[in-house]
Each structure stands twice: as C-alpha cells, then as structure tokens.
C-alpha cells in the first residue's frame, strides 16, 4: 500500500524534506518537479528529512511537462483551496499520485482549470486563514488514504 506524492515547483525545504519523510513512513514515493524555490543540498532539507533521505524513493522532474508526459495517464487527484470537492470523497487506490502545488500559490490555474473532477480540497472551518501548511496537507490525505484503503 502506497501513493505517489508530487511536488510541483516546491519552495520551502523544510516542508520537502517533511515531506520525504512522511514518504518513507507510508512507503510511499515522492516525485519533484523543478523549479525548487531551494537547493537540494540545503542544510533546512537535510535537518528535516534527518538521515532517512537515503532511503527514500525520489523521482525528479526538469518540469511540469516532463511530469505529465511521464505519468499523464496514470490515476492523478489534485490539491488546491480552489477546489469543490472535500478529500475525504476520493476513492483512493493503491499507487494513486497525489499532486500538490507550490506553497506561495499553490497548483497553477491550467492545472486547476484542466482537471476539475479530479480536484480536491481539505475543508477549512476558519475564515481566517487561506490555506494549510503543505507538509500538513499532505500528511492528511496520505493518512486518510491510507485509512481507507487499509478497510
């Protein structure tokens, strides 16, 4: 049991390196697609996947095109606050890939126009903020995927 957690252009290196470490926990594998708003080499990367990184399965992408050519066809769900349907609706399947967008703005509009049945949300009861931390969105759909696939 496993899904395939994308990254598209992340910024922040601590919550990519969060991230690669969820990853690893759920056995799960993490795709990167550049730009990066950091280097991997970056010391806030490598404290916060601590030594695990080594061991993490990692795919890295030159672009959003090289992505979608390369798994295009596969069974892709989208994250984004502009999204209709709550996340605890998807029918999550085993090697799903989950695509989140970058933390400043999130998933691009072509991305977000082009794939409206396949865009989620994770419902927020606060008209005070806009939006969660990347690393904590993930967290909930992969665990919650996880829940119900393990059913």
Known sequence: MAFNIVLIEPEIPNNTGNIGRLALATGSTLHLVKPFGFELSDSRLKRAGLD????LEVHMYESK????????????????????????????????????????????????????????????????????NLANSVG???????????Q
């Open 140 to 150: 909930i759909v992969v665990y919650e995927g996880l829940k119900t696939i393990r």
């Open 65 to 132: 095109a090289e992505f979608f050519n390369t798994h295009g066809d596969k069974n892709l769900v989208y994250f984004s606050s502009h999204g209709k349907q709550e996340h605890w609706s998807i029918e999550f399947k085993n090697s799903m890939f989950l695509v989140f967008g970058k933390e400043s703005v999130g998933l691009s509009k072509e991305i977000i126009e082009s794939n409206p049945s396949q865009l989620y949300k994770i419902p927020l009861f606060s008209k005070h903020i806009r939006s969660l």
């Open 52 to 55: 695990y990184w080594q061991h």
